[in-house]
T-cell receptor
Framework: QKEVEQNSGPLSVPEGAIASLNCTYS??????FFWYRQYSGKSPELIMF????GDKEDGRFTAQLNKASQYVSLLIRDSQPSDSATYLC???????????FGSGTRLSIRP | EPEVTQTPSHQVTQMGQEVILRCVPI?????FYWYRQILGQKVEFLVS????????KSEIFDDQFSVERPDGSNFTLKIRSTKLEDSAMYFC????????????FGDGTRLSIL
């Protein structure tokens, strides 16, 4: 059974600080990794994706991959109240036709 | 920016009735997907569709479910005889190609079975 695990939180971070979110995955052969942001009652919004060839930075977001330990992380610098949401880690499996989602980490940015 | 559109945003249906959820994927995308999310639970894969056929389906996607691309733009999910446990948010997604490329989600249809 392919699994993606996340700490459900809530993770509370002061405004302006760095939020660090982690995710572990079970399939050692996975090659790509996605982070989605989901506001309450809304759909998942893709915010970052990385491939197994390295880390990626996009604005305030950095996604890092540790293949040996099978985890991916998302760092959010200069956290804003609008970053308060649930962050879903997602990993494509099998023929990469489907994504397996983690249960999400609820992030709360306190002013 | 191109987006996946879904209709209706909310569908209320009596148990046992058929329901069709509609999606218009991003125009140059070739792979289409349906996911569902029961309130408070994970997003779960239902089915993927490529080249006018199902490429993969989950154990949730039983004989009560079907998908279709009736024309060049729409992608539909039909539930033949709805059950109470089908109540969920249903998300359509699309990607340019397979091979682990990012999937972009629509706003979802909230399906409520009475």
């Amino acid at each position: 059974q392919k699994e993606v695990e996340q700490n459900s939180g809530p993770l509370s971070v002061p405004e302006g600080a760095i939020a660090s979110l982690n995710c572990t995955y079970s399939d050692r052969g996975s090659q790509s990794f996605f982070w989605y942001r989901q506001y309450s009652g809304k759909s998942p919004e893709l915010i970052m994706f990385i491939y197994s060839n390295g880390d990626k930075e996009d604005g305030r977001f950095t996604a890092q991959l540790n293949k040996a330990s099978q985890y991916v992380s998302l760092l959010i610098r200069d956290s804003q109240p609008s970053d308060s949401a649930t962050y879903l880690c997602a990993v494509p499996y099998s023929s990469a036709s489907k994504i397996i989602f983690g249960s999400g980490t609820r992030l709360s940015i306190r002013p | 920016e191109p987006e996946v559109t879904q209709t209706p945003s909310h569908q209320v249906t009596q148990m046992g009735q058929e329901v069709i959820l509609r999606c218009v994927p991003i125009s140059n995308h070739l792979y289409f997907y349906w996911y569902r999310q029961i309130l408070g639970q994970k997003v779960e894969f239902l089915v993927s569709f490529y080249n006018n056929e199902i490429s993969e389906k989950s154990e949730i996607f039983d004989d009560q479910f079907s998908v279709e691309r009736p024309d060049g733009s729409n992608f539909t999910l039909k539930i033949r005889s709805t059950k109470l446990e089908d109540s969920a948010m249903y998300f359509c997604a699309s990607s340019e190609t397979g091979g682990g490329k990012p999937q972009h989600f629509g706003d979802g249809t909230r399906l409520s079975i009475l």
